[in-house]
């Protein structure tokens, strides 16, 4: 069993320099101004209609939300984190690598307002997903060098095998991190947790390209909902969208699994 760990890490290490050499020398290859034609490409290229649609009203909602609120009340950080917090999974639902420079935005301004009002999950949270961005870059940029052209990302199913292990971590860091912060004498720890064990999954299928992601993203956002019931209007107003995108994203991913299960 030790060797088969061994040899399994090994191999994870020789993929990852790699494919940290190719990137390095497709990117100097390229040339600044064909990286960033690919990015802007990735920003704006292949987009429907309906999807420029979908992601204009979808972003505008915080707008809204701001130049409705009262002067007092404004709050222009949880704008911009709640803006940048939409357009990424959005990204996400459309398969596009720039989704992570928004995510990374979004995930330390984050960090910082979930420091302010306290909420232990969500510090733990926002702090793994800010080490994840850096590390689902470079998966979903690596991955991209091993498929066919026409292909913009491949959606995967999870095995029953898959389905299992992914529960069993879901529990595992629900438990593990609710007796963390009883612990430190939260009075609400295994609430607090619920949203450590559904985030931790969804962000490590998500660098998988699993669509079974939005699963578990779906009951990310329906408990920080409720976390955030009552207090930033950003806040809530963002994990509504997000609800909304997951919803979207199963959707449309579900079909895809299906397409390349054929």
Known sequence: MFTNWKRKWQETFYNTREGYQYMTLKAKELGFKEVT?????????????????????LSSIPIILELTLDAKQH??????????????????????????FFGLTNSLIYLYLALGSGFYGE???TLYFTVMQPIGLFLWLNASR????????????????????NILLTLFTWLFMGFAYQSIGSNRPFRDSITDGTNVTGQLLMTGYYWEQWLFWIATNLFSIYLWWGTSIHMQGMYWVY????????????????????
């Open 37 to 57: 034609r690919l990015i802007f490409k990735d920003l704006f290229a292949n987009r429907s209609v309906f999807e420029w649609c979908y992601l204009i009203i």
């Open 243 to 262: 609800l909304i995108n997951s919803c979207y994203g199963w959707y449309t991913w579900s079909k895809e699994a299906k397409k390349a299960a054929l």
């Open 75 to 100: 709050d222009w950080l949880g704008l911009v984190a709640s803006w940048t917090g939409i357009v990424c999974v959005i990204f996400v639902n459309e398969g596009r690598v720039s989704n992570y």
């Open 123 to 125: 510090v733990f949270t």
């Open 146 to 165: 091993f498929k066919k052209e026409e292909q913009s990302f491949v959606v995967r199913s999870l095995s029953f095998t898959g389905w299992i292990k």
